[in-house]
Structures are given as structure tokens and as C-alpha cells.
């Protein structure tokens, strides 16, 4: 592709007022049904995206996170889908695209996780995990590719325990969380020409049902966190909202720590 000049992307240069709104938009949130998922489909509805999701288990908590979104105002859609089946983590990009006729934002946010020390993780467990957390998310942006505009947005969620080791057992997860940062970065470059911003959201401790605040992690957890307590899932869905608007539009290949200061 030839050199772009500053107005391919930024066609009004001069008193730029940046709009976050996404009205029009489409927007698919793998793992959407629950936690850190459903927090941000619901954002991004507000926000003015129609809104896809996928499940795995959950139809009936996919189905109330569906039905936050048409409170909103706006198309919402769930899709049963194993992000570690590769023909389901491509079709659903393609059916969120058949059914609303677009895409505009990928989030990749279902995950798997295995916490034990290395000795003990079964091989079928370090398949599963991968499968989920690294495959999964870049099947999926390799089928949204074809799609995105430019202006487009994949929005990773990391962790950051791919920033930081601070617990042992995190092993397997955090190496599959570092290799969603990697693919971020690549990927950025690769998809910047055509004004597609990538980037990985890593969130800290964050009370959800998967690492409850009250669990047995949690004191743990506390004692690396700068802020002293674990986070929102609401707070991890801002930070996505802010990148999928035009107030993210120049930020790409980059990594957003949404930790409390868990990896400071």
C-alpha cells in the first residue's frame, strides 16, 4: 500500500471535536455473557453500537446481556461459540457481519485459565488455554480483518499477569496472555495502513465470578495492587469504550493497564 498523508484518517484536521459516540457501529464481544464481557457489550451499547456476543455455556445470562443492549436502544445478537474451536472463532465474525451487515470493533475477550505449578499442568489443559487465549483471538481478528473499515478497532483483553509474574501458578496463563500482547503489537503495524488500530487492555484484579473480590485469591491479589482493592468490571469496559471511539483513534499497538497498579 502507497504512503497516506494525515487526511486519510484525520479528515478534519482544524478544531477537531472528538465524538465517542458509535452510533451505526457494530461491535462483537467474544465471551460476552458474563464479567468483564458483559460489562463491555453493555458500554458499548450505550455508547450506540449494535452489539454481537458470544457464549459458551451461559444462554440464559448471554440472553439478559443481549436484552441490556436493546434496553439501550440498540441490535444485540448472542451467539453460542467455543473461541477454542477454530470454525466457531471465525464463524462467528461472519455471522455478526451477515446479520448486521458490518463490523467495525472486535473484542477479544473470552478466556481460559489454569492456575498450578508448571510440574502439574496436564497438556490438555496447556491445549485448552492457548487454544482459547491465543488462537482464538487471532482466528478471529484474521477473519475480522477482511471486514474492518478503515477506523476499524480489535480490542484485546490481556492481563496483567503478562506483565507481571507477582503469583506463582500464573504461569501458562500469563505466557498466553504475553503472546496476546505480541500479537497486538504485530498485528498493529500490519493493520495501521488501512487505519485499523489494535491494542490489549490488561486488566488487574477484577472482581468477577472468575476471581471473586471475596475469593480466595483475594488477599493475595491486594497486596501487589498500588490503589489497595480490586477493580470493576465496568472500569475494564471505559478504557475498551475510550479505544473504541474517536478519542482512541491514535493509539495503537499498545497495552493499557487497567490494574490499580497491580504492574507498576
Avoid: W
Amino acid at each position: 500500500m502507497g504512503q497516506v498523508n494525515d487526511t486519510t484518517y484525520f479528515p478534519n484536521k482544524q478544531a477537531v471535536v472528538l465524538d465517542d459516540r458509535l452510533d451505526g457501529k457494530v461491535a462483537l464481544v467474544t465471551g460476552g455473557s458474563r464479567g468483564i464481557g458483559a460489562a463491555v457489550a453493555i458500554r458499548l451499547a450505550t455508547a450506540g453500537a449494535d452489539v454481537v456476543l458470544t457464549y459458551q455455556h451461559s444462554v440464559d445470562q448471554a440472553e439478559n446481556v443481549v436484552a441490556e443492549v436493546k434496553a439501550a436502544g440498540r441490535r444485540g445478537l448472542a451467539i453460542q461459540a467455543d473461541s477454542a474451536d477454530a470454525t466457531e472463532a471465525v464463524s462467528a465474525v461472519e455471522r455478526a457481519v451477515a446479520e448486521f451487515g458490518r463490523l467495525d470493533v472486535l473484542v477479544n475477550n473470552a478466556g481460559a485459565a489454569y492456575f498450578g505449578t508448571v510440574e502439574d499442568i496436564p497438556v490438555a489443559d496447556v491445549d485448552r488455554v492457548l487454544a482459547v487465549n491465543v488462537r482464538g483471538p487471532f482466528l478471529a481478528a484474521q477473519a475480522a480483518a477482511r471486514h474492518l473499515p478503515a477506523g476499524g478497532r480489535i480490542i484485546n483483553i490481556g492481563s496483567c499477569a503478562a506483565e507481571r509474574g507477582a503469583l506463582p501458578g500464573l504461569t501458562l496463563y500469563g505466557m498466553s496472555k504475553a503472546a496476546v500482547a505480541g500479537l497486538t503489537r504485530t498485528l498493529a503495524r500490519e493493520l495501521g495502513p488501512r487505519g485499523i488500530t489494535v491494542n490489549t487492555v490488561h486488566p488487574g484484579p477484577i472482581d468477577t465470578d472468575m476471581n471473586p473480590a471475596d475469593g480466595p485469591a483475594g488477599d493475595a491479589n491486594r497486596q501487589f495492587v498500588a490503589l489497595g482493592g480490586y477493580g470493576q468490571a465496568v472500569d475494564v469496559a471505559a478504557t475498551v469504550a475510550h479505544l473504541a471511539g474517536e478519542s482512541g483513534r491514535y493509539i495503537t499497538g499498545a497495552g493499557l493497564a487497567v490494574d490499580g497498579g497491580f504492574a507498576a
